[in-house]
Every structure is written in C-alpha cells, then in structure tokens.
C-alpha cells in the first residue's frame, strides 16, 4: 500500500469543488485504478486546512503524518505534497507587513522539508496559484488586507529556491494556470471552482504519472 498525505490550505482542503478539490479527484482516481486492476492500494489523506500558513502547517504536521502512518510502512511506501504560501504572503494594507515574513516562511519550509524527508522518499511541493486582484485586493473577508500575485510570486519562488536545495521535487502552478484565462477559474478571486480544482488535479496527475510515482 502506498500512502499519500496532501498537506495545505483550503485550496488543498478543496473549497468551492463540487467534487470536493483536486485532492478528493486524486484519491477517486487513484481508488478506481487499484480496484480496477487489482493493483497496489493507495491511501490518500487530505491534509488541507482552511487559512494555514507554513507557520500553522508546521506545528501540526509531524504528528497529523505519524497518525497516518501505519506500523512497519517505510519511507519508500510514503508520498508527502505540499502547497502552502498563499495565506502566508497575505499583506496588510495598514502595516505594510506579510501574515508571515519571507524569512520565517524560508525557515518554516526549510524545516517542513527536513522532516517530510524523514517519512517519505518522495515529497512534492506544489506552487501557489494565481489570484484575480480586482476581487481580492483588498480580501473581502480579511480585514485591511490583500492577495496580490506580485506577492504570491515572491513566495513561490522562495519554496523554488529551498525545493532545490533540499532536492525536492517542485511542480509549478502560477504560470501554467495564468496562461489558461486563470480567472475563469476560481470562484471568489482566491479559491479555485471546480474547473479549476479539475485542472490542478490533471497537472498534479500528469507530474505523478511521468515521474512514475503512480500508474
């Protein structure tokens, strides 16, 4: 059996999905294809929680991954994905300052990366998704801030720069979704609908396939 944990924020958790995100979408398709061919089982935990930050994600994350685990399964039978960033380049229109900075969002990632590593051979982070500010800057349900995609650009590249110096596997979002007519897919500005948590699940799908991670 193979167990995947996707670890992140309400995107992960799969908000405004009919189907229930694109983790959800992974999991029926990866439950179809063992049952189908009677091949190895695969175990998918969504781990997404609504308005985490690296910060958040950190304090829960080793003891949300030993409670999924079962006793004896090894490093080689675990797939850890992460994507988180957004929540954390949130900026504050009144103090001028991110919910959390650069440089803790370099060490939380630096951190999180290290002890995924002790659980699983094969851990992915999944870049953060492009925003359409006419509707979230400012955020209408967070007060005095803004989702801005300069921002979420400059995070997204911080978890590029710390995925390669932990040899990380990074699989980009921002770009590949920005240049499908990306507003068409989300549903309040921020969160993805269900045509866009469909994409997600097909480009996260493709990225396991072709590092043969799944069948």
């Not at 781990?47 to 490093?75: H, Q």
């Not at 949130?90 to 991110?98: A, D, R, S, V």
């Not at 959390?100 to 992915?124: D, G, H, M, P, W």
């Not at 710390?162 to 499908?180: A, S, T």
């Amino acid at each position: 059996m193979t167990t995947i944990l996707a670890f992140g924020d309400s995107i992960v958790q799969g908000f405004w999905d009919k189907e229930g995100g694109w983790v959800q979408r992974l999991k029926k398709h990866l439950t179809e294809i063992s049952i189908n061919n009677h091949s190895d089982y695969f175990s998918v935990f969504n781990l997404g929680v609504s308005g985490d930050t690296s910060k958040d994600l950190l304090a829960r994350f080793e003891f949300e991954t030993k409670n999924r685990l079962n006793d004896g399964e090894g490093k080689n039978d675990t797939l850890i994905i992460f994507s988180i960033g957004t929540n954390d380049s949130i900026f504050n229109n009144k103090t001028k300052l991110h919910l959390i900075s650069q440089e803790e969002y370099r060490k939380n990632l630096t951190e999180l990366l290290e002890l995924a590593k002790k659980y699983a051979s094969k851990v992915i982070f999944l870049g953060d998704t492009p925003v359409d500010e006419e509707i979230v800057d400012p955020i209408p349900w967070v007060k005095d801030c803004s989702y801005k995609n300069e921002f979420i650009k400059d995070y997204q590249e911080v978890a590029r720069t710390i995925c390669k110096e932990q040899k990380v596997h990074f699989l980009e979002m921002y770009n590949l979704l920005i240049n499908k007519n990306y507003k068409k897919l989300l549903e309040d500005g921020c969160h993805p609908n269900s045509k866009g948590h469909k994409e997600i699940y097909k480009i996260v799908k493709d990225f396991l396939i072709k590092n043969k991670f799944i069948l």
